[in-house]
T-cell receptor, first 119, second 113 residues
Framework: EAGVAQSPRYKIIEKRQSVAFWCNPI?????LYWYQQILGQGPKLLIQ????????DSQLPKDRFSAERLKGVDSTLKIQPAKLEDSAVYLC?????????????????FGSGTRLTVV | GENVEQHPSTLSVQEGDSAVIKCTYS??????FPWYKQELGKGPQLIID?????GEKKDQRIAVTLNKTAKHFSLHITETQPEDSAVYFC????????????FGDGTTLTVKP
């Protein structure tokens, strides 16, 4: 099966500019996640979608970050305006089972990420 | 919320030796513990996972153990090979958090030929 597709692979922007990242999850995966991975750290969740609804966006800096998942498939993550501390790899992941509260969880399939450098 | 700590941050072993990476978690409600391998320029890849109703799981040269009482779990790689060199992340999922994983900060494993 095809993996999680992300684009672009790399992006360099100046601070205060805007940028958008795109993700196409594995076909049929209901749950989609955006994670931020700063160099030397583990991924940190920004937002989680189940189908086209937001499950958790408590860690998303909403004054500058926004995300949407169109028709429960593709997703875009936007930063406007960017700050120097936003420099990181932005990872998209999907999983096959939506959270139902029954405690059943599965591992993710990650995309290769978008490396953002803000100068 | 959940907090996952991972040790060591770097690990260097000789080819053929074993490698052990340890993680602790804070939320006793966590019930699913995946491990990921991340190679340079790629996203993390799931390599093994364990659920809270199991104490140990093995898949060829890799194994994971879980101690629920102590809230720690470990990854064991035997007969290491140079291609095992990568960054390894542990993670923990709370039982009712709809799949959200909290990650450790990673261990950079170097296997010297």
């Amino acid at each position: 099966e095809a993996g999680v597709a992300q684009s672009p692979r790399y992006k360099i922007i100046e601070k205060r500019q805007s940028v958008a990242f795109w993700c196409n999850p594995i076909s049929g995966h209901a749950t989609l996640y955006w994670y931020q991975q700063i160099l030397g750290q583990g991924p940190k969740l920004l937002i989680q979608f189940q189908n086209n609804g937001v499950v958790d966006d408590s860690q998303l800096p909403k004054d500058r970050f926004s995300a949407e998942r169109l028709k429960g498939v593709d997703s875009t993550l936007k930063i406007q305006p960017a700050k120097l501390e936003d420099s990181a790899v932005y990872l998209c992941a999907s999983s096959p089972v939506p959270g139902t509260g029954d405690g059943l969880n599965y591992g993710y399939t990650f995309g290769s990420g978008t490396r953002l450098t803000v100068v | 919320g959940e907090n996952v700590e991972q040790h060591p941050s770097t690990l260097s072993v000789q080819e053929g030796d074993s490698a052990v990476i340890k993680c602790t978690y804070s939320d006793s409600a966590s019930n699913y513990f995946p491990w990921y391998k991340q190679e340079l320029g790629k996203g993390p890849q799931l390599i093994i996972d364990i659920r809270s109703n199991v104490g140990e799981k093995k898949d060829q040269r890799i194994a994971v153990t879980l101690n629920k009482t102590a809230k720690h779990f470990s990854l064991h790689i035997t007969e290491t090979q140079p291609e095992d060199s990568a960054v390894y992340f542990c993670a923990a999922n709370r039982a009712t958090n709809a799949g959200k994983s909290t990650f450790g900060d990673g261990t950079t494993l170097t296997v010297k030929p």
